[in-house]
């Protein structure tokens, strides 16, 4: 785990996004009242979205509880928790898809068939889905935590992050995606009309 400042300057999806294994760790260097982080997390969260979740839309989606997207099935065969663990320590921390080569090497690595560049581009999206989802909960759970009242213009700022919210909505997205974010934003509501 390293230093992380929290001055506005550095208070940028970027910083949050660098390592989805540490980012409880860089959440916690945020402050839900700072508008400047609360913009920074509203970034991350439309960057997990658009860059990994959305891409990933066309793949047999998940009934456990766990995944929005069905590795197994993508993988063309079960993949123990254990394994997949091996794998995600074998992937960049950032999301960054590796070359397919690298990638050929992660699946070879835990047995798993590699068919084609295709069907391993197919397996590092259902991946890469599923672990932006995993991070999508943290930072919408950061979100939750109400802006302070007491300054004018936060009431801007809460109105900002709802209308941004909102415009996640008009994607087709998962159903735990969507509702997470419905129930955000009606919190948001209720929090703002106290």
Do not use: C
Request: charged share 30%; proline share 5%; aromatic share 6%.
């Amino acid at each position: 785990m390293g230093n992380y400042t929290t001055d506005t300057a550095a208070a940028d999806a970027s910083s949050l996004l660098v390592s989805y294994r540490e980012i409880n760790d860089r959440l916690a260097q945020f402050d839900a009242s700072n508008p400047a982080h609360r913009r920074a997390v509203l970034d991350a969260v439309e960057q997990l979205i658009e860059n990994y979740i959305l891409p990933a839309m066309d793949l047999p989606s998940s009934r456990n509880r766990f995944d929005i997207i069905d590795l197994d099935a993508v993988a063309g065969t079960e993949i123990p928790g254990l394994v997949r663990r091996l794998f995600d320590e074998r992937m960049p921390a950032d999301l960054r898809k590796p070359n397919d080569e690298e990638l050929k090497e992660a699946l070879d690595y835990i047995d798993v068939p590699t068919e084609s560049a295709e069907h391993r581009d197919r397996f590092y999206r259902a991946w890469a889905a599923n672990m932006a989802e995993s991070a999508l909960g943290t930072l919408l759970n950061f979100l939750r935590q109400p802006l302070q009242k007491a300054p004018s213009g936060l009431a801007a700022v809460a109105q900002q992050e709802r209308q941004r919210l909102s415009k996640l909505l008009q994607h087709q997205l998962p159903d735990s995606i969507e509702y997470d974010i419905t129930s955000l934003i009606e919190r948001m509501k209720l929090i703002d009309s106290r």
